[in-house]
């Protein structure tokens, strides 16, 4: 199983929860590039264009992360909210067929 971030983290996106996490398993990856539309307060501020994913093969479903997100956007898999299930394939759909040099310059670590 793994933990999933959710779309509260768009638009907040302030990294709380790679702090904690034990296996540096967060990726801090462009809105455009997982299919999700930016915020509208977005322009001229870079941060506010990415989100943190996790990634499903590396976590190990410790729930450390979860206290740590002040707008609780990150949960367990099988506790996803119904309006967020498509947040399961944004976190791991972006991981596939990637090679690790691609996966290390978004892997982000405190
Ligand atoms: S549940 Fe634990 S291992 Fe998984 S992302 Fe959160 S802190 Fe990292
Ligand atoms: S998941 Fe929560 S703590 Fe982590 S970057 Fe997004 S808003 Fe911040």
Not at 5 to 13: A, I, W
Not at 15 to 24: R, S, Y
Not at 41 to 54: P, V
Not at 62 to 87: H, T
């Amino acid at each position: 199983m793994a933990h999933v971030v959710c779309s509260p983290c768009v638009g907040t996106h302030d990294t709380a929860c790679m702090k904690v996490c034990p296996v540096n398993c967060f990726y801090d990856v462009p809105l455009t590039e997982v299919g999700v539309d930016e915020p509208a307060d977005a322009a001229g501020n870079e941060e506010l264009k990415k989100m943190l994913i996790i990634s499903p093969d590396e976590c190990i479903d410790c729930g450390l992360c979860v206290p740590e997100c002040p707008v609780s956007a990150i949960f367990p898999l099988d506790e996803v909210p119904e309006e967020e299930q498509k947040y399961i394939e944004i976190n791991s759909g972006w991981f596939a067929g990637k090679e690790t040099e691609a996966l290390d310059a978004h892997r982000i670590t405190p």
